[in-house]
């Protein structure tokens, strides 16, 4: 089974940058399209970005221009970089790895990592 480790979130000032870093193991990484989700007390989770294979990427449109999503193959790891950050983004961030194309459509990724908190402060 892959299992996904995240690391990275913590609590930053609103117009920071914070960079989330999520590591693969148990499986072949290049195989797996990738993609981060959040979720805000009392709100529904939502899809954040995603990278394929390919690594083409795609995005909401809240967070288009502000952040970016990335893979490394060679170390198994996926990365989003937040710049801009407002305090609307404060939320709970989980990575996610899926052997299908991962879209906002996507509810039931194959593996979850455990989630980061990123807090943005006003």
């Known amino acids: 089974q892959v299992q996904l480790v995240e690391f990275g979130g913590g609590l930053v000032q609103a117009g920071g940058s914070l960079r989330l870093s999520c590591a693969a193991s148990?499986?072949?990484?290049?195989?797996?399209?990738m993609g981060w989700f959040r979720q805000a007390p009392g709100k529904e989770r939502e899809f954040v970005a995603s990278t394929s294979r390919s690594a083409y990427s795609y995005y909401t449109d809240s967070v288009k221009g502000r952040f970016t999503i990335s893979r490394d193959n060679a170390k198994n790891t996926v990365y989003l970089l937040m710049n801009s950050l407002k305090p609307e983004d404060t939320a709970v961030y989980y990575c996610?790895?899926?052997?299908?194309?991962?879209?906002?459509?996507?509810?039931?990724?194959?593996?979850w990592g455990q989630g980061t908190q990123v807090t943005v402060s006003s």
């Open positions: 148990g499986g072949t990484f290049g195989t797996y399209a």
């Open positions: 996610a790895a899926n052997p299908a194309p991962i879209t906002k459509a996507t509810i039931d990724p194959a593996y």
